[in-house]
């Protein structure tokens, strides 16, 4: 997720004209820039380690939507529930062509 607090800065500074997270999340300059950060992480990580797919969410989890608790842990099973479809996404193995 983007930070719901750091992110419609951020889009300010990079001259975007929507600030709300649906859009922002699905923006190309948002991706790029989640992209970079991640491929920087990568780099200090070992191959385990590393993230391979990403998704960036269009909301906030919060308390409030159920994905965190009052004490902003995260709520698995309901998460796991409410994003199984982009969840499976994430590791659908797609065909090899040939």
Known sequence: ???????????????????????????P?????????VAAVNERLSRPEQIKRFRIMPDAWTPETG????????????IAEKHASTIDDMYRVEPEQG
């Open 1 to 27: 997720m983007l930070d719901e607090d750091v992110a419609p800065i951020w889009a300010e500074a990079y001259g975007l004209p929507d600030r709300h997270l649906a859009a922002l999340a699905g923006h």
């Open 67 to 78: 994905e965190l608790t009052p004490s902003l842990k995260l709520r698995r099973r309901i």
């Open 29 to 37: 300059v948002v991706h790029a820039a989640v992209t970079s950060a």
